[in-house]
C-alpha cells in the first residue's frame, strides 16, 4: 500500500500558503475550508506546513499581534514529506514519530498533494476490513 493508493481516493486539490502570508490570512484560509493544515510554498518549493496547531502554540506564548506575521515565522519548518512510492505504513511512522499530522507529498521536488493521519487511518481500517470480508467469504465457501 502506498500513498498514490490514498491520492488516487482523495484527489489532487491542494489548498497552500505563501511563505509571506500573514498568519491571520492563513488562519481564515484554514477556517474556510475546513482544513487543518496547509503546506507552505516559497519560490515553486515546499518549505514547511502551518497547522492549527502552530497558531494555538504561537498565539498563547505570543499574544493576537502574531496575527500580522508572516506564515513563515510560525510555521512548522522544514517540512516533513512522503513521495508517491511511499508506503502507507512507513507515512504513518514518520506521523507518529514526529508527531505530526499532516504531510505534502513531494516528487520532483514539485508538491503534488497532502495526506492527513485521517485519510491513512481510513485508508488502513478499509484494507483490514476488506481482507476480513475476503476471509469470511473464504472460510464460508
Known amino acids: 500500500m502506498t500513498i498514490q493508493a490514498?491520492?488516487?481516493?482523495?484527489?489532487?486539490?491542494?489548498?497552500?500558503?505563501?511563505?509571506?502570508?500573514l498568519v491571520k490570512q492563513a488562519v481564515e484560509l484554514l477556517a474556510e475550508r475546513r482544513i487543518g493544515a496547509c503546506p507552505?510554498?516559497?519560490?515553486?518549493?515546499?518549505?514547511?506546513?502551518?497547522?492549527e496547531r502552530d497558531v494555538i502554540y504561537r498565539l498563547s506564548s505570543e499574544g493576537p499581534a502574531m496575527?500580522?506575521?508572516?506564515?513563515?515565522?510560525?510555521m512548522t519548518a522544514p517540512a516533513v514529506?512522503?513521495?508517491?512510492?511511499?508506503?502507507?505504513?512507513?507515512?504513518?511512522?514518520?506521523m507518529t514519530k514526529r508527531r505530526i499530522r499532516h504531510l505534502p507529498v513531494?516528487?520532483?521536488?514539485?508538491?503534488?498533494?497532502?495526506v492527513s493521519i485521517g485519510d491513512l487511518v481510513k485508508y488502513r481500517m478499509d484494507r483490514i476490513e476488506d481482507e476480513a470480508q475476503a476471509m469470511r467469504a473464504y472460510i464460508g465457501s
Open 6 to 21: 490514498i491520492l488516487g481516493n482523495k484527489g489532487d486539490e491542494v489548498v497552500t500558503l505563501s511563505a509571506a502570508a
Open 81 to 94: 514529506t512522503v513521495g508517491r512510492g511511499d508506503s502507507v505504513l512507513a507515512a504513518l511512522s514518520q
Open 106 to 114: 513531494v516528487e520532483d521536488g514539485k508538491l503534488i498533494g497532502i
Open 67 to 74: 496575527l500580522e506575521w508572516p506564515v513563515s515565522k510560525v
Open 40 to 51: 507552505v510554498i516559497d519560490d515553486g518549493q515546499v518549505v514547511g506546513v502551518m497547522s
